[in-house]
């Protein structure tokens, strides 16, 4: 099945850091999904990417869906204690279970204050 | 508040034990979507529902099964569990009647503890 290579595993920054995470691919992706998961709760959307080439942000981050449609990459800018938590990447492509979503294994981002 | 309600929260058992967990999908919400997440694995697809019908498998093991009933709640049963079964379980609902935009709506998880 679709695997998807989620770097770096885990982020020890210290606050005001930037945070950069990627996600690479052998596969093709029509969308290109991150989530977060606060600690105690389920994973939430951030950013959905529908385009190759897209750049978007939501606030402090931002995110951008590669030319080859096989990576994705998220920043996250002045980073602060409630960005604690697990970030995952996630492509949906056609077909495939789960309506074609397969996910990352997560970026844990620990903030030393 | 996702609107994905799950039950129990925690849970503990012991091997060769049987639980049952419980999700509500959002009010409107066809699509159920059963995740484990573990330490090293990230969240792992377990299975799909649709209406009441499966959809999708994914890693789910023999010893687990799951339905989806008329009112659209769904239940992920896991049978003679083994020490390796410990993780969150996560249920998830999808809005219906849309493209598909890869956005789920995930409850809180079930936390399950084996003995």
């Known amino acids: 099945g679709q695997q998807l290579n989620q770097s770096p595993q885990s982020m020890f920054i210290q606050e005001g850091e930037d945070v950069s995470m990627n996600c690479t691919s052998s596969?093709?992706?029509?969308?290109w999904l991150w989530y977060k998961q606060d600690p105690g709760e389920g994973p939430v959307l951030l950013i959905a990417l529908y385009k190759a080439g897209e750049l978007t942000s939501n606030g402090r981050l931002t995110a951008q869906f590669g030319i080859t449609r096989k990576d994705s990459f998220l920043n996250i800018s002045a980073s602060i204690p409630s960005d604690v938590g697990i970030y995952f990447c996630a492509g949906l492509a056609s077909g495939g279970g789960a309506d074609g979503l397969t996910f990352g294994k997560g970026t844990h981002l620990i903030i030393q204050p | 508040d996702s609107g994905v309600t799950q039950t129990p929260k925690h849970l503990i058992t012991a091997t060769g034990q049987r639980v049952t967990l419980r999700c509500s999908p959002r009010s409107g919400d066809l699509s159920v979507y059963w995740y484990q997440q573990s330490l090293d694995q990230g969240l792992q697809f377990l299975i799909q529902?649709?209406?009441?019908?499966?959809?999708a498998k994914g890693n789910i093991l023999e010893r687990f099964s799951a339905q989806q009933f008329p009112d659209l709640h769904s239940e992920l049963n896991l049978s003679s569990l083994e020490l390796g079964d410990s993780a969150l379980y996560f249920c998830?609902?999808?809005?219906?009647?849309?493209?598909?935009?890869?956005?789920?709506?995930f409850g809180e998880g079930s936390r399950l503890t084996v003995l």
């Open positions: 998830a609902s999808r809005q219906t009647g849309t493209p598909n935009t890869g956005e789920l709506f």
């Open positions: 529902y649709y209406n009441g019908e499966e959809r």
């Open positions: 596969s093709i992706f029509n969308t």
